[in-house]
């Protein structure tokens, strides 16, 4: 095998200095799940979706730096039932009905959970009381479906150079908050053009009146798996951002 | 020919939307008179579950205390319960009033809201009693399988039943599995 060369499920992947595994995945066309990883923003390993095994060892690839000869072992039973377990953590540990949700259909954690077939629960529902804000004239911020990914957080901070989110408290006390005199989205420097106001995986964070452009059904992942729409999107992103 | 499988439906907490999917199945519904005969079900008026069932179809979430009976006469026959659309499996749209607590809900409906007039929160013996919160079932009895979807379509139901029915665990291909 050739210099900076891995491989993942057996196939040799070309990385280049500095990479991580995520990042030599996503410029090869593989898909390792992810919900808070995005080639502009700098990896932080929050949601355990991209848990790989390296030389047998159970490590998250966004973070985890790329080294010649690492056998990964990526779409196997044993790691993609530890992502649907963690998806249905998720689910109940927020307020996520579907139906009456907009970003159904577009919405990153529903697809993943379609694609590790996802058909029930599990787990006890918690159904936390989590507040809504309205306030913004363009932005509507549900946290009911919050999966504290910290995807706005880090646009925020990174790409719009401005401190708009946060997460405060901890383990099932985690809420978002915003960086506001009143706490609202209306009296904080959010814009609908921002990274952060665009980034959300989910539909804690929505853009006001576009509500059903798209019906459901025809959304983008009804018919496509994440794995398809992910690998086309992603790698053109990856190589304008790293080369 | 092998004896019909025997199925009984209900809606708990629901909207008989999953119901009405279920008939979008259309002119199959003559195939599927091949494979079963229908026992307890809003579809035939049976009122209640002969003592043995193949497959229960669960449509709705627990909100109430006739839910509780209805659904545990269900497991009791059934020898396969299945869960049957987003209220079944996570209380769904009616499960908004968990988070509202039950008395304020009550006084909003029948005492203090728009256009109310003789205000009275209703109660009779002949009326259920509301739970306190609106519970998927998988938190009341063991279910078997999970259809989800909000409703599942018609070509989801008749993969299920037919998968049943031909004695395989039920499968859905990608584009049949939605929860909206
Ligand atoms: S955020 Fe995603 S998973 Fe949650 S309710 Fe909306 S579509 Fe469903
Ligand atoms: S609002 Fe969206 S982007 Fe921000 S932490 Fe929550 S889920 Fe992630």
């Known amino acids: 095998m050739s210099e900076n060369t891995l491989t993942i499920d057996g196939k040799p992947v070309h990385f280049k200095d500095g990479d991580t595994i995520m990042e030599a995945a996503i410029r090869a066309g593989i898909y390792i799940p992810h919900l808070c990883h995005d080639p502009e923003l700098k990896p932080q390993g929050n949601c355990k979706m991209c848990e790989v095994k390296v030389n047998g060892r159970n490590c998250s690839a966004c973070t985890f730096p790329a080294a010649e000869g690492q056998k990964v072992l990526n779409n196997i039973k044993e790691l993609n039932e530890n992502r649907r377990i963690i998806v249905q953590m998720l689910f109940v540990e927020g307020n996520h009905l579907c139906p009456g949700c907009e970003k159904s259909g577009n919405c990153k954690l529903q697809a993943i959970a379609y694609s590790v077939g996802m058909m029930e629960y599990r787990f006890p529902l918690i159904y936390p009381k989590r507040e809504m804000d309205t306030s913004h004239p363009d932005i509507l911020l549900d946290r009911n479906r919050c999966i504290f990914c910290e995807m706005c957080v880090r646009a925020g901070r990174e790409v719009d150079g401005k401190e708009v989110f946060a997460i405060s408290g901890r383990g099932i006390g985690n809420h978002l908050i915003v960086n506001s005199p009143s706490g609202l989205l209306k009296d904080s420097l959010l814009e609908v053009t921002d990274k952060a106001a665009n980034v959300c995986p989910v539909g804690a964070i929505i853009i006001k009146r576009h509500g059903f452009e798209v019906p459901i059904g025809q959304r983008i992942y009804d018919k496509k798996q994440i794995a398809e729409v992910s690998v086309a999107t992603e790698k053109v992103l990856e190589e304008k951002v790293h080369g | 020919m092998a004896e019909k499988l025997k199925i009984a439906t209900t809606s708990l907490g629901g909207c008989f939307g999953c119901h009405m999917s279920f008939l979008d199945i259309d002119e199959r519904i003559i195939d599927l008179f091949d494979l079963v005969e229908f026992d307890r079900s809003p579809l035939t008026d049976i009122k209640h579950c002969s003592e043995y069932v193949d497959i229960g179809l669960i449509e709705g979430g627990v909100c109430n205390s006739e839910n509780v009976h209805t659904l545990r006469e269900f497991r009791k026959s059934c020898k396969v319960l299945i869960a049957v659309g ?74 299920f039943i037919t998968d049943l029915a031909a004695g395989k665990t039920p499968t859905l291909p990608y584009d049949l599995v939605h929860y909206d």
């Open chain 2, 86 to 159: 987003a209220c079944a499996i996570n209380g769904g749209l009616p499960a908004l009033r968990n988070f509202i607590p039950l008395e304020e809900c009550l006084a909003e409906s029948y005492l203090t809201g728009e256009g109310i007039d003789n205000p009275q929160i209703p109660s009779d013996i002949e009326l259920p009693l509301l739970l306190d919160k609106v519970h998927p079932i998988h938190e009341l009895v063991k279910v078997d399988y999970f259809l989800p979807g909000c409703p599942p379509s018609g070509n989801a139901f008749w993969r």
